[in-house]
Every structure is written in structure tokens, then in C-alpha cells.
């Protein structure tokens, strides 16, 4: 309804003088005016006349107002049309489809809302199968969902989702030099190229298929500039690395600080290993052709060794490295008992050569021939010697590699054996002298003997073998400067197989992207097609804290340093290359369709082990980026708006009289029309200089006959708000959009058509707009008409943007402020009224100066919007479209200081005690809840507020007015007591404040936890 005392102005000369005074020292502040000075009395001057005309203006009555409102050309906003992106689904088997533009498809909610596509899509068979993100700042990637026709994803895309692993760069090295039993100590000596001994870094993590090894030392030589790796008393499992099975160790780059640069490390030319297994115990063991447990403990030589007797010693794993490696040492270590010398002794060392025992001699040999005392702490006795070619042999049933000890010469002691002795020394050794008794027989017989002949005799000796007693015995051996025979290298989601031999190689190869990409990988053959995605965003909230990526060491976060693009690109079976895209999404910071036309020589390409075709998005330079949400991306997608198309409609015939009105057929006509005029005759030269001015080249047209003669003559008419400023040759007319008419001038002010039959057309106007188009997502699903080989339609995104035309009153309520203004930002209530015309989605604006030395340093204006999901924060598009509106309205020399930004928030916490009225009492819960729903509508900071229509920017909240809202409660009594709290949106603490409340200038307020207690009386 208009107010009955509606004010053009209501300032003051006082308030004029003060504003002009402020303005001055923006724009000139080289004046320091003062109370008498001449400029100073101008500007009081004006102030005061400006006052007069003001008066005057406020003295208009209502009706003249608004006849003066429409004479200046104040038109009502019209209404704006909601857009919505259709996507289209092929039928089964469908290949591809033709939906031709104006397609109309109506809200399945609310048949009566038609949509009409806004271009022609030629819809083809393809679908994302994959898509991957490639983060090389920090070497790590996303694995996206496989289906991006559902609504809800988020998908962080470039860097930073809640998926994102890290980038698995791999390498492998195997040799036949890591296949053995026991844990072993490992020396792996790299060269490389060049120097740098940051590569040390690079290989800090080693691990088998048992685990990450404990690495001794990792120490780098400048000067030789060789990387040595050591191990100790480790095992490297058999494994299968991409289809490969061999033993196989690797070193992983996973250091952040390391791979965000993407560095490159020098070359590697060369790969040895050191390696010592440590205690195996042997394959069999045989003292001639009889088995020996080790276990139990064993004599080597039989427990009476003589010569030629033999001790056999089987080891496949260490025998055989002197045959698969140049450098081999073999320690066998003896726990052992020693034996005892008898004559020369000998002991020979052989191995099986393939034909023959081949004599070798020990390198080292501290067991003396088993002879060596024993010892407490260390093996008896090592024998160490380098490796022979030994070959396999089957002795005793066992095929192995075999070596053998063999006495040669001497023993462990004597056998049994008769020695010549004399008869005397015999019969005292068998009848010893202590027997007295029997002296004289021993006399007599040695007599007897001596009388027959007998001197002399056999004495028997027993054996006396003392064999050495073997308690443990384990082999050692040792390999030195072995070259590594092969290697893998897992990069970028590929494994890549080499022989070091081959040449240098980077182990770590940098990623081929310089910068975050996003993948899109199709089955489908995409070559010479046209595709239109639909990328569906997570609105960007101010005030809302998003995740960003950057540069390794990167600190510089300007706006200058903010990476804002990226190209699409293909393959095209050799290379990537840029593809030109029609990209409506301003770099995935809004919702918008990118439009593609594929190259014919797109090819295939293995990534991520899948061999699809490829599309990236790469970003450009720049050292930071806020990573953008995606909620889905739907092909075969098109802008639709909530209007109807109406062409070639016949208005009417003009009959020559002034003011004429003709009638649309529909009403709540859009902006944009075409209406064309058939007249008798040309235009005259400056009359089609201003009909081009105004309508364009084609503002002409004419039709004709087989000859060439001209038969129809078709000028388009232009538009105006007011035939103020037209005349009589002027080819104006004015638009009733509410009620769908056209009105021509009089003949004075406006040209009047000339009388001819059907001669009124309107060739293109729309209908529509409003609210009602704004329907929510997966609504829009009726097709009105059968498209072949299309099956159904849907809207991912809410239908958004539709508007009522303005109604009376808010013009009225704008206005003055048009007025003041002329439509240009200078004043603070300037800005804060054109930003709220920017968008109807700001609800309230608030302009705050920031000074500086008497100076503007930057002029803020801060937005609250409007949202129907009740979203607090302005969405980041919503900032920058007031902003750029905001721009365009004010003088050059302040749009760079111009700077919009959301609201801050005050969550406003109540805590109250009430007393219920005994007659409600058994409604306590009812009033309860009721209380809660009253306070949260009350601070609501948009449709809250002592009036109802919300909160102003730092407005007051006074306790008195909320014991009111709680009072006004029915089954309320009386209230017991009432504290509120001020809570910071943030980490900030809470403040309890008992009276009233005061926010800052750029503060609303919103309800925060709310507590009602029941007092324990009732009044």
C-alpha cells in the first residue's frame, strides 16, 4: 500500500551541508575549508536552497506524486524469468539426438510452469566412466565416485578432498643376489650423474614384501657420488610385482616436502649390492656314506678316522654363489671338540667340479685341523674361502652342491696293535712283585724258559682314537660388488620395466603435470563430437572456510598470486593439446555448461590403468587455488528459462488516431521484444540513422516480389519508458508488461503507425517469470512434445532466479532514492539501495567507510541475503554480482576502493524461568516448544526483528522487547528470571549480558541455544 505522506527527501540543510562537507574531502582534499571561507559559504548556501526544493517536493500529493514518478520514466523493475539446466537422457540403443531449441518441458509439481530450452543440444551417446584429480604440489591424487549422474557427490576436484591419497611413486629393484633363506646384512651402493646430495632424501623408506626395512646407515659420498644403503640381518620374501615374481625390494617417494616440488633427482648409471647371509644351516651332512645329524652333534671323520676317510658337506644356497656371482667368500663356522694329533696329520678340501673332486685351499683357517682349543664365546674355528664353481651332485641319494674335508695323511689317534716285548718284562707285567707268595715259581719259570729258548714275546695294545666332535656347524657367505640386474618403475599410476645395463634413469621420474589437473576419462568414441557437461557446484559461502592448496613454500596468498583459470585439453595419440571450449562456469566458480567440440584425432590413452579417452583440465600458473565442490557433472545438458517464446503474432491494424493500445495475446510480457511496423513508404535518411542507433542494423526490412521490386517495407519500432522525450517522427511506443499491451504516441510525442491492414505485428516476445518458475531440482521433467531417442528430461539444479514485476508500492519506496541517486553510487544510502536492486536475493545492505587519516580508504558494503534454503551467508557469485553493480554505478576514481562483503553474526543465546498459569498446566510442553519457535522467529536476522521484517545492520536487542516476546506466550504467568547471552560466531567466548545488547555496525543477530525452565510454583 503507498504511504499517505510518501517523502521524496527528508534531509536537513544541516545534513545537506554535512554530507557535501564529506564528499568534498574525498574528492577534494586539497581544501581545508573553514567556518568563514568562500567555499564553506557556497556550500551552506546550497544546502540551504537544496532544503527549500526538498520541502517543496515532500508537499506533492500522492496521485501527482506517482503521475510525476511516471513522467520521469520510474518504471516498474520487470519480472525476471528463472533458468534451469535439462538434461537430457538418450533412449536405450539411441546414439545420439536433435532437441531443438524453444523445447518446452513443464514442472512435474506445476504442469502450468513451462520451460523452454534456450538453444538447440545435439545429444550424443557418452557418459564419464572415471575421473581422477592429480595433485603434483603434494603428490597425491583422488579416485572420484564412478557415476556423476547423482545428485550430492561433493567432490572436491584439483586437490584436497577427504579421499585423497597419496601418489604411489615406486621404485623396485631384483636380482637373483636377494634370493636367499636367512636374514642377511644388505649394502646397496647407487651412482649416479651428477651431484646432489639431496637425493639421500629420496630413499630414506625401504621395504620387501615383509615390511619397511630398518635402514643402518643411508649416507652419501660428494665425491664419488654414490648413495650407500645399508640393511641389517634382513629377508626379502619372493613377491609378484606387476605380473613379475622375483625378490624384489623398493623405495617409495612419499615425502610431501620432497615430491610437492616435483623435483627431479639426478640420473642413476649404476647399482652394486653387498650382501652377507648370516648362520644357514647345511643340506646334509655325511661322514663317508653315513648321514650326520647336526643337531645331536657328529664326529666328521667317524669315531675312528683314519686316512682316506671323508666328511661331506652339502649347501645349494651358498655353494652355488661362486657360480652365479664373480665375488663370493664362504665362512663355515664349526662349534667343535677338539680331536688329537696322531702322525702327519692332513686334511684336504675339495669340491665337485662337475667331473672330479677339484682340490681348494682356505683363504683363512683357524680350526688348525680340529685341533684349536676350544673356546666360550666365539665358533672354535671358521674356514673362509672364496667360492668355487661348484656343481650339483647326487651323493648319497641327495643332489646338492657338495664339498668335502678328506684326511690324507695321518689320524686322530692310533689303533690297536702287538708289540715285541721280553719275557720278563711280560711275566712282571701279568704277575706284578707285590705278590711275594708267588717270587719263587716266577723265578723258576723264567728259568724254565730261558733253558728252552724262550726270550721274548707279544704285547697287545688297545686303540687310542681321539676323533674331534662337532657340536654345530652353520655357513656364512658373502657377495661383494654385485651389479643389480633389474628394475621397475611405478609412475603415474603405470609400471615401466628396465635393465640397468640398459643406461641411466631417473628412479623417480617427475609427474607430467606442472600444475592440479582434473581427468575425465569416456568409453565412448568422442572424435567430431559435440558435448555439453553441466557441472553442478557446492555454492561458495562467504564466511564459510574453504579448503585451499598451494605451492610448496608458497606463503603468498594475494588475489595477483591466486591461480583463476585453467585450459581443457586432449590427446591426440602424441601429445596434449589445448581444446577450445565454450566454458560458461567462470573456472568452476558457478554453475554452467562447457561446451566441446572434440577434435577428430582424439585418441585413446592408457592413464590411471585404464585406457579410455581423456580429457584434462590443467590449472594455469599462478602459486594457490581454492578447489571448487563439485555436487555433479551431467552431459547432455541445456539452459531452459521459465518463459514461452510467442512469434509472428498479428497485433492488429492501425487506424491512424493518436494512442492507440494493442493487446498481446499473453500477459507478463519479458523484456527484449520485437515489434515491426509495415509502412508506405522508406525511412528518410536521419530516420534510419536513428533507427539503426536504436534498433540495430536490422532494423529494416523489406520484402520483394520476383522482379526485385520492393512490395512490403517492415521497420522495427524501439521502445521507450516515457514519450518525454520523443517527437512527432519518433518511432516509440511504451510496454504495459502486467497487463500485456502496447500504446503508440499521439502524433506529438511519439510517431502515430500509419493506417494500414494488419499491420501491428509483434515477431518475438516472451511471457513468463515470476516465483512460480523457481522449482526445485529433479522437477522438471515433462516433455510436451516426443523427441526421437530421447527418453526422459531432468533438472540436476533448482530452477532459480524468477522474480515478480514490482509492485507499486516498492516502487514508491524506491523512488526517492532513484531520485537522489540518478541511478549513481555516491552517498552511503546510495550504495546500500543499489545494492539491493542488484539482486533480489539481498535482503538488507549496509555501507561502513573505512577511514584512514581523514581519508576513505575503502567503502565496504555489506550484504544480507535472502536465501529459501534460509542459508545465512551471501553465496561468493552474489558478492561479486553486487560488487560489479556497485562498480558500474560509481565514479572511476572510487570503484577500486569498492569492496562487498557478508554479514557478521551474533548468536544470541536465551536462558528464561517462567511460571505457567495453573490452568495450563498440563500444557507445559506445548508452551515450552512454543517459547523456543517465538524467540527463533524473533532472531531470525532476515524475517525477525520487533516489526517482523527483520533485523538492521548493529541494531539494538533490547531485553524488555524479549521478556515481550516470551510474555505474549499463552499459559505464560509470569517470568521468574532472563538471561541472554551475546555468543561470537567463532572461537571468541560467550558474554552474558543481563540488559540490553549492541552489535557492531556490520552485525545482525541469530538465535543460538535456547533454555526454558518451569519455576517449581505456580501463581
Request: glycine share 6%; charged share 25%; with cysteine.
Amino acid at each position: 500500500m503507498i504511504p499517505e505522506t510518501p517523502k521524496i527527501d527528508s534531509r536537513t540543510a544541516k545534513e545537506l551541508y554535512d554530507q557535501a562537507l564529506n564528499l568534498a574531502k574525498v574528492y577534494c582534499p586539497e581544501w581545508n575549508p573553514s567556518a568563514d571561507e568562500f567555499g564553506s559559504v557556497l556550500l551552506k548556501l546550497c544546502a540551504r536552497l537544496g532544503e527549500i526544493v526538498i520541502g517543496q517536493m515532500n508537499r506533492i500529493p500522492e496521485k501527482q506524486l506517482l503521475a510525476f514518478y511516471d513522467f520521469i520514466g520510474m518504471d516498474h523493475l520487470p519480472a525476471m524469468v528463472s533458468k534451469v539446466p535439462l538434461t537430457f537422457k538418450l533412449a536405450k540403443g539411441g546414439q545420439e539426438a536433435m532437441v531443438p531449441i524453444r523445447t518446452r518441458v513443464v514442472s512435474a509439481a506445476d504442469p502450468g510452469v513451462v520451460f523452454e530450452t534456450l538453444e538447440t543440444l545435439a545429444a550424443v551417446n557418452f557418459k564419464i566412466k572415471t575421473a581422477y584429480s592429480v595433485n603434483p604440489w603434494t603428490n597425491r591424487h583422488t579416485v572420484h565416485y564412478e557415476d556423476y549422474r547423482m545428485i550430492g557427490s561433493n567432490l572436491t576436484i584439483f586437490g584436497g578432498d577427504k579421499t585423497e591419497k597419496a601418489i604411489e611413486r615406486i621404485f623396485y629393484l631384483a636380482d637373483r643376489v636377494f634370493d636367499f633363506k636367512n636374514p642377511a646384512d644388505i649394502t646397496i651402493k647407487l651412482s649416479f650423474n651428477n651431484k646432489k646430495a639431496e637425493v639421500i632424501d629420496y630413499f630414506t623408506r625401504c621395504f620387501s614384501d615383509a615390511g619397511e626395512f630398518t635402514l643402518k646407515t643411508v649416507a652419501w659420498d660428494q665425491t664419488q657420488k654414490i648413495l650407500t644403503i645399508s640393511i641389517e640381518k634382513s629377508l626379502i620374501p619372493l613377491v609378484t610385482i606387476n605380473n613379475t615374481s622375483d625378490h624384489w625390494i623398493w623405495f617409495r617417494q612419499d615425502i610431501p616436502a620432497l615430491v610437492a616440488t616435483n623435483a627431479t633427482i639426478p640420473e642413476i648409471t649404476g647399482i652394486v649390492c653387498d650382501l652377507t647371509v648370516y648362520d644357514l644351516y647345511p643340506d646334509a651332512l655325511f661322514f663317508n656314506d653315513t648321514p650326520l645329524d647336526p643337531k645331536k652333534g657328529f664326529y666328521p671323520f667317524g669315531e675312528n678316522p683314519v686316512t682316506g676317510n671323508a666328511f661331506y658337506i652339502a649347501c645349494n644356497e651358498a655353494f652355488s654363489r661362486g657360480e652365479i656371482f664373480e665375488d663370493a667368500t664362504i665362512a663355515i663356522k664349526f662349534n667343535f671338540k677338539k680331536g688329537t694329533k696322531y702322525g702327519n696329520l692332513k686334511l684336504q678340501w675339495e669340491y665337485w667340479n662337475g667331473s672330479k673332486w677339484e682340490i681348494f685351499t682356505p683363504s683363512s683357517d683357524t680350526i688348525e685341523k680340529f685341533l684349536k682349543p676350544a673356546s666360550d664365546d666365539k665358533p672354535d674355528g671358521v674356514v673362509t674361502f672364496a667360492c668355487p664353481e661348484i656343481k650339483t651332485t647326487t651323493l648319497n641319494g641327495i643332489a646338492s652342491r657338495w664339498i668335502r674335508v678328506r684326511i690324507t695323511d695321518g689320524g686322530y689317534g692310533k689303533p690297536g696293535e702287538y708289540v715285541q716285548s721280553n719275557v720278563e718284562t711280560i711275566i712282571d707285567d701279568i704277575l706284578p712283585a707285590a705278590e711275594s707268595n708267588l717270587t719263587d715259581k716266577i723265578k723258576k719259570l723264567k728259568e724254565k724258559l730261558a733253558s728252552v729258548g724262550i726270550s721274548s714275546g707279544y704285547t697287545y695294545i688297545p686303540p687310542s682314537f681321539d676323533p674331534p666332535f662337532i657340536s654345530a656347524i652353520t655357513i656364512d657367505y658373502k657377495v661383494t660388488e654385485k651389479p643389480i640386474d633389474k628394475y621397475k618403475i611405478y609412475h603415474n599410476f603405470e609400471s615401466r620395466d628396465g635393465l640397468i645395463k640398459q643406461g641411466a634413469f631417473n628412479p623417480f621420474p617427475p609427474l607430467p603435470e606442472k600444475n592440479p589437473s582434473f581427468y575425465m576419462g569416456f568409453e565412448e568414441e568422442l572424435a567430431n563430437k559435440s558435448l555439453a557437461l553441466y557441472f553442478s557446484l557446492e555454492p561458495r559461502l562467504y564466511g564459510v572456510q574453504l579448503s585451499e592448496i598451494s605451492m610448496p613454500g608458497n606463503t603468498e596468498t594475494s588475489a595477483l598470486s591466486r591461480i583463476a583459470g585453467y585450459t581443457w585439453q586432449y590427446f591426440n595419440g602424441a601429445e596434449w593439446k589445448v581444446l577450445l571450449a565454450a566454458d560458461e562456469t567462470d573456472f568452476l566458480t558457478k554453475n554452467g555448461i562447457a561446451r566441446l567440440n572434440i577434435p577428430f584425432n582424439i585418441a585413446k590413452q592408457k592413464l590411471f590403468g585404464q585406457e579410455l579417452y581423456w580429457l584434462k583440465l590443467e590449472l594455469t600458473d599462478g602459486t594457490w587455488f581454492v578447489p571448487p565442490i563439485i555436487r555433479g557433472i551431467f552431459p547432455n545438458t541445456v539452459w531452459a528459462e521459465n518463459a514461452m517464446m510467442i512469434q509472428n503474432e498479428r497485433l492488429g491494424s492501425s487506424n491512424g488516431q493518436p494512442t492507440q493500445v494493442f493487446q498481446f495475446s499473453r500477459r507478463s510480457l519479458l523484456q527484449n521484444q520485437i515489434i515491426e511496423i509495415k509502412e508506405q513508404s522508406l525511412p528518410s535518411g536521419s530516420e534510419l540513422e536513428i533507427l539503426t542507433l536504436e534498433e540495430g542494423p536490422d532494423a529494416l526490412r523489406t520484402v520483394a516480389n520476383k522482379s526485385g521490386d520492393i512490395e512490403e517495407i517492415w521497420v522495427r519500432w524501439h521502445e521507450v519508458k516515457t514519450f518525454l522525450a520523443s517527437d512527432s517522427l519518433s518511432r516509440h511506443y511504451l510496454i504495459d508488461r502486467e497487463n500485456g499491451q502496447l500504446i503508440f504516441g499521439d502524433g506529438v510525442q511519439g510517431m502515430i503507425p500509419p493506417a494500414l491492414p494488419n499491420n501491428i505485428y509483434a515477431r518475438e516476445y516472451k511471457s513468463g517469470g515470476g516465483k512460480k518458475g523457481n522449482q526445485k531440482e529433479m522437477a522438471v521433467t515433462g516433455l510436451k512434445t516426443t523427441i526421437p531417442n530421447i527418453e526422459s528430461v531432468t533438472n540436476a539444479d533448482a530452477a532459480n532466479g524468477g522474480r515478480e514485476l514490482e509492485s507499486i508500492t516498492d516502487v514508491v519506496r524506491r523512488a526517492p532514492h532513484f531520485l537522489k541517486s540518478n541511478d549513481r553510487a555516491i552517498t552511503r544510502e546510495d550504495f546500500e539501495w543499489l545494492a539491493m536492486e542488484a539482486s533480489q536475493e539481498v535482503s538488507r545492505a549496509k555501507c561502513i567507510p573505512e577511514k584512514e587519516e581523514n581519508c576513505i580508504k575503502k567503502i565496504i558494503v555489506v550484504i544480507a541475503p535472502d536465501y529459501e534454503d534460509g542459508c545465512l551467508y551471501p553465496e561468493t557469485g552474489l558478492l561479486d554480482l553486487v560488487e560489479t553493480h556497485l562498480k558500474a554505478k560509481a565514479f572511476a576514481g572510487i570503484r577500486e576502493i569498492i569492496e562487498v562483503a557478508g554479514p557478521g553474526y551474533q548468536k544470541i543465546n536465551v536462558q528464561v524461568e517462567i511460571k505457567v498459569k495453573e490452568a495450563s498446566l498440563s500444557e507445559t510442553a506445548i508452551i515450552i516448544d512454543t517459547i523456543k519457535w517465538r524467540l527463533a522467529e524473533y532472531f531470525s536476522p532476515i524475517k525477525g526483528g520487533p516489526d517482523g521484517n527483520g533485523w538492521k545492520f548493529g541494531q539494538m536487542i533490547h531485553r524488555s522487547e524479549t521478556a515481550a516476546i516470551i510474555g505474549g506466550v499463552a499459559g505464560v504467568d509470569s517470568i521468574s528470571s532472563l538471561i541472554i547471552t551475546k555468543e561470537e560466531m567463532g572461537p571468541a567466548a560467550a558474554e552474558t549480558i543481563r540488559m540490553n545488547i549492541p552489535l557492531a555496525e556490520n552485525e545482525l543477530p541469530c538465535a543460538g541455544v535456547i533454555t526454558v525452565n518451569i519455576a517449581g510454583g505456580v501463581d
